[in-house]
């Protein structure tokens, strides 16, 4: 089967880093996305784990452990536009991105 | 920098329409998705198109539903006899590679 687990919402405070956790069972993988979506918009591109480890991008991190089934996005020094739904989406291997129900950020001043 | 456009960016439909969905992908993109998002629900995978055939489809995508590459650059929707649970955001997506996919903006479509 599939699911995709990651926390429902989660607040911070602006300057702050925050950690967001997926857990993932896919029929087939490839690799693993991360997108922000804003209210009422698309999905925007963040970053892309196929190899176990840490990929860095900006103030934005991804982690992935394919033996794990496990994915963190990492955003650093927060600032009030982070505040978005953050989507964990593995991709299986016929390409299709499966996502999960996202993890609402709102970061405060 | 190059992006997805959909068209319409809303639609109102009655209950039986039909509605074509409308994008042009990034020019030098291959893979072609359809994607839809009920309001406060995740995001579904419907259908993806390689070389003008369907490569997968998800039980969404029964028979009220057709993909098309008309021409060169556009990539299209049909959903033949709309019901209320149709309502939905529709994006379109593609990827020149299979791996990262750029999503368009989104079709709002409103079923009544």
């Known amino acids: 089967g599939q699911n995709i687990d990651q926390p429902t919402e989660m607040t911070a405070t602006e300057g702050a880093i925050v950690q967001i956790n997926c857990t993932y069972q896919?029929?087939?993988?490839?690799?693993l996305f991360w997108y922000q979506q804003h209210a009422g918009e698309a999905p925007t591109f963040l970053s892309y784990?196929?190899?176990?480890g840490l990929e860095e991008k900006g103030r934005f991190s991804s982690f992935l452990s394919r033996s794990k089934g496990y994915s963190y996005l990492l955003l650093k020094e927060l600032q009030m536009k982070d505040s978005a739904s953050y989507l964990c989406?593995?991709?299986?291997?016929?390409?299709?991105?499966?996502f999960g129900t996202g993890t609402r950020l709102q970061v405060f001043p | 920098e190059p992006e997805v456009t959909q068209t319409p960016s809303h639609q109102v439909t009655q209950m039986g329409q039909e509605v074509i969905l409308r994008c042009v992908p990034i020019?030098?993109?291959?893979?072609f998705y359809w994607y839809r998002q009920i309001l406060g629900q995740k995001v579904e995978f419907l259908v993806s198109?390689?070389?003008?055939?369907?490569?997968?489809k998800s039980e969404i995508f029964d028979d009220q539903f057709s993909v098309e590459r008309p021409d060169g650059s556009n990539f299209t929707l049909k959903i033949r006899s709309t019901k209320l649970e149709d309502s939905a955001m529709y994006f379109c997506?593609?990827?020149?590679?299979?791996?990262?996919?750029?999503f368009g903006p989104g079709t709002r479509l409103l079923v009544l």
């Open positions: 997506a593609s990827t020149r590679d299979r791996e990262t996919q750029y």
């Open positions: 896919t029929s087939g993988f490839n690799g």
């Open positions: 784990n196929v190899l176990d």
């Open positions: 989406a593995p991709q299986n291997n016929t390409d299709k991105l499966i």
């Open positions: 020019s030098n993109h291959l893979y």
């Open positions: 198109f390689y070389n003008n055939e369907i490569s997968e």
